[in-house]
């Protein structure tokens, strides 16, 4: 099993820019959740998806969007890029949406600099 | 609505001696709090759990964590610190029942190992 994937591990843009971050969750997961991690901060939770579908959402705008396909993988994308978008963006997959009781498995993240 | 603390931004012990990371939380339902670990460059692993059941919750790598609902407090304990510990601790507090339930992480407490 190779766990939560994702791609790219690093990327550098432009202020302006459009980005695509990719993420594979777990074999047998249903559910994937975005966070942002800044530097020296806790992981800001952005969106989950569940069948194919955003059901909760923090507190980010409307740059931020994503998409679940069938088999559950999962696509961030962040428009008109800012340079506080800037961080780690982690990918995290779990068994079931309405069960937040449940343990997330959690990928390496993808580190995006926008200069 | 929810939301943790982690008292302590850095923590430094001697190896062999007991840790203690402090985490109090605030949530209006029933929570479910978790600590994960992150070192670096590598993604974020669950240490332990608590969803209502046994107060006192064993994870792995001899770590513990004591739910006390009176303090509203959740903190992390090892009796004895090895130089693997070094890591990156966030405490994290979701709420099943709220409907606007969402995963909170903690600010994060470094953990120093002295020789």
């Known amino acids: 099993d190779a766990g939560v994937t994702q791609s790219p591990t690093h990327l550098i843009k432009t202020r302006g820019q459009q980005v695509t971050l990719r993420c594979s969750p777990k074999s047998g997961h249903d559910t994937v959740s975005w966070y942002q991690q800044a530097l020296g901060q806790g992981p800001q939770f952005i969106f989950q998806y569940y069948e194919e579908e955003e059901r909760q959402r923090g507190n980010f705008p409307d740059r931020f969007s994503g998409h679940q396909f069938p088999n559950y993988s999962s696509e961030l994308n962040v428009n008109a890029l800012l340079l506080g978008d800037s961080a780690l963006y982690l990918c995290?997959?779990?068994?079931?949406?309405?069960?937040?009781?449940?343990?997330?498995?959690f990928g390496p993240g993808t580190r995006l600099t926008v200069l | 609505a929810q939301s943790v603390t982690q008292l302590d931004s850095h923590v430094s012990v001697s190896e062999g001696t007991p840790v203690l990371l402090r985490c109090n939380y605030s949530?209006?339902?029933?929570?479910?709090l978790f600590w994960y670990v992150q070192h670096p460059n590598k993604g974020l692993q669950l240490l332990l759990k608590?969803?209502?059941?046994?107060?006192l919750v064993k994870g792995i790598n001899g770590f513990e964590a004591e739910f006390k609902k009176s303090e509203t407090s959740f903190h992390l304990t090892k009796p004895s610190a090895h130089m693997s510990d070094a890591a990156e601790y966030f405490c994290?507090?979701?709420?099943?029942?709220?409907?606007?339930?969402?995963?909170?992480f903690g600010s994060g407490t470094r953990l120093s190992i002295r020789p």
């Open positions: 949530s209006s339902y029933s929570p479910s």
């Open positions: 994290v507090v979701s709420d099943r029942d709220s409907s606007a339930s969402k995963i909170i």
């Open positions: 608590y969803t209502s059941a046994a107060t």
């Open positions: 995290a997959s779990s068994l079931s949406l309405a069960e937040f009781r449940n343990e997330q498995f």
